[in-house]
């Protein structure tokens, strides 16, 4: 059973930074992508950022000169570099992972909070 683990976030100013990290395991598979999304309450769950290869990343306009994705296909691992947080950033982030055949999986979600 593929897991996705999330770890990194926490309370921060806002201008602060944070580094989310999810790594999938229980497969020997490499997911054709990797990516965030997030959800604050009363709002739907938003896609924030994608990652197929260091040449091949995708981001929200809401969170693009920000965040920056990356990662690594061997490890099945991927990070957010969260920069310039606003309390708008505020919001459950979650690991996505996208395999063949369409097969998804979530993490169980990270909780970030900006706040002075």
């Known amino acids: 059973q593929v897991q996705l683990v999330e770890s990194g976030g926490g309370s921060v100013q806002p201008g602060g930074s944070l580094r989310l990290s999810c790594a999938a395991s229980?497969?020997?598979?490499?997911?054709?992508?990797m990516g965030w999304y997030r959800q604050s309450p009363g709002k739907e769950r938003e896609w924030i950022a994608s990652?197929?290869?260091?040449?091949?990343?995708r981001y929200a306009d809401s969170v693009k000169g920000r965040f920056t994705i990356s990662g690594s296909n061997t490890r099945n691992e991927v990070y957010l570099q969260m920069n310039s947080l606003t309390p708008d950033d505020t919001a459950v982030y979650y690991c996505?992972?996208?395999?063949?055949?369409?097969?998804?999986?979530w993490g169980q979600g990270t909780q970030v909070t900006v706040s002075s």
């Open positions: 990652f197929v290869n260091r040449a091949n990343t």
């Open positions: 996505h992972a996208r395999f063949a055949y369409s097969r998804e999986y």
């Open positions: 229980g497969t020997n598979l490499i997911p054709n992508v």
